[in-house]
């Protein structure tokens, strides 16, 4: 009776993940149709209404951010590359459009000065997720203590105990910031992505406060605060002011 009722229940719990997984692949493959037919705008609506339903794969976010920019939503598209390069970083498809889009975009700020050594540091931590850096450093970190755990009993290995304690000290350093900078990159700021086509930015969170100044679709974003209908949000140029919530999209870890 035990086991009846335990296969009982994995059946039940497949058909349940089934369920819940076949709304995303048929939004999904309705997306690919339409965006075959080149009918964009339903192939665009068809790819959010997959994420709308829990889909999360770069390959869905690639797809949707390609139906975005073709019907001029650059801002949406530009989100849609962020948001599978958080998943895929190294996805060459991704990184590709979306310099292709950021190409496009009205808002051209000036990039701040940085040594060398910083944009480098910069351009290999992009490589990496989160967790793929994590990971090396973990790995790094066992292998150096293996390593002083076997320096006494392996005293006739101990030049191949040098090569692997380097190598692991030289990750170790390397991997260790990267995923610091990592995870407070994805994980410890809240980022956005303008996606109206122009918005107000605000010194009140409120319709008739003062104008600072405006922003377009597929700027970059720091939310600061939410306040009601309205974000307190920081501008690449360190500018601060509210936008309506409705008017970017939240690039979520």
């Not at 970059?220 to 509210?242: K, M, N, Q, S």
Request: with cysteine.
């Amino acid at each position: 009776m035990k086991r009846a009722a335990a296969l009982a229940l994995l059946i039940c719990l497949a058909a349940t993940g089934a369920a819940i997984a076949d709304p995303v692949t048929d939004h999904y493959n309705a997306g690919n149709r339409f965006y075959e037919q080149k009918d964009y705008a339903q192939a665009l609506a068809s790819y959010q209404a997959a994420v709308d339903a829990g889909g999360d794969d770069p390959d869905l976010y690639l797809n949707l951010g390609n139906a975005a920019f073709r019907v001029g939503e650059t801002g949406v598209a530009v989100w849609a590359y962020r948001m599978g390069l958080r998943l895929a970083p190294r996805d060459g498809d991704l990184r590709f459009n979306l310099r292709y889009a950021q190409a496009t975009l009205r808002d051209e700020l000036p990039q701040p000065e940085q040594v060398w050594v910083v944009r480098a540091a910069e351009a290999v931590a992009g490589w990496f997720t989160p967790g793929e850096a994590l990971g090396v450093a973990a790995l790094a970190w066992l292998l150096l203590g293996l390593t002083a755990m076997l320096w006494g009993p392996w005293r006739q290995r101990r030049g191949w105990l040098l090569v692997l304690g380097i190598g692991a000290l030289t990750a170790l350093a390397i991997f260790g910031p990267l995923a610091g900078y990592r995870l407070h990159e994805q994980y410890g700021r809240r980022q956005g992505i303008v996606t109206a086509a122009e918005t107000v930015v605000r010194t009140a969170p409120a319709e008739d406060a003062p104008e600072a100044f405006k922003i377009h679709a597929g700027l970059a974003l720091r939310i600061i605060e939410d306040r009601d209908r309205y974000a307190r949000v920081a501008i690449p140029t360190g500018l601060e002011g509210w936008i309506p919530l409705a008017d970017y999209r939240f690039l979520r870890p």
